[in-house]
């Protein structure tokens, strides 16, 4: 079979192009691009059928600020999101140890990203995970492919949503609930019947597509 020169150029060029894709995923998920990550921006309603509002920071300062705004505000107050946690297995009732069996593992999961694991994902992880489960709306991620932001880091559990595009990105917030439970499933180490220590990501294809990410972080 004959090689043309054109024929090595365009491999080159795809293989070049394959291994700058696979370096930037990986430095995505690296210590120093986390650490170094914004809190996210989110974009929802504050009353069942206002305006959207933006608000930036982690889920607790969010969830406060909408409190702030609606003292009674209850996601589950809002029909599209009842519909959207049914999707994901979740009911209102649904706690951080007792994860349904509806969940869906969507997504290609990663568990030896760099950085030390959660000790205890139970004590450490169940604030950040039921704050961000109280946000009826969109959560974002800054522009590139190392574009992370910090959804949570309470007790030294980090999560982050980072971003596998070169623009700016919304992820309904409820998707990264579930993305947290798949990490747990499977990168989740147990000790007898328990599962204690975490560390790991999972990437969505989408459109949009996103990763998100749990570890140990400094807070």
């Known amino acids: 079979m004959k090689v043309n ?9 795809f293989i070049y192009c394959a291994a700058g894709y696979t370096i930037a995923r990986a430095n995505l ?7 170094k990550a914004p809190p996210i921006t989110f974009t929802g309603p504050a009353v069942p059928g206002g305006p959207d509002v933006t ?12 409190h702030e705004m609606n003292p ?14 049914a999707r994901q297995g979740l009911s209102k009732n649904s706690t951080l140890e007792a994860r349904s069996d509806k969940l869906e593992k969507r997504g290609r999961t990663k568990c030896n990203v760099s950085g030390k694991e959660v000790g205890n994902y139970i004590t450490q992880c169940a ?5 961000l489960r109280q946000l ?15 959804v949570s880091c309470s007790h030294n559990c980090g999560i982050f949503l980072c971003n596998d595009n070169n623009k700016p990105i919304k992820v309904w917030c409820g998707n990264l609930v579930g993305d ?4 747990v499933d499977e990168c989740g180490n147990k000790f007898r019947d328990w599962i ?7 990437f969505r294809d989408g459109p949009p597509a996103w990763n998100t990410v749990v570890k140990s972080q400094s807070c």
């Open 5 to 13: 020169f054109l024929t090595v150029a365009a491999l080159s060029s």
């Open 180 to 183: 947290f439970y798949a990490i």
């Open 29 to 35: 998920l690296s210590e120093d691009a986390l650490a």
């Open 55 to 66: 608000i930036t920071g982690t889920v607790e300062v969010i969830f406060r600020k909408l």
């Open 127 to 131: 604030e950040g995970v039921r704050y």
């Open 72 to 85: 009674k505000y209850d996601p589950w107050e809002f029909p599209d999101y009842q519909e959207k946690m």
């Open 196 to 202: 204690v220590s975490l560390k790991g990501a999972i």
């Open 136 to 150: 009826n709306g969109y959560c974002g991620a800054p522009k590139g492919y190392a574009g992370c932001s910090r």
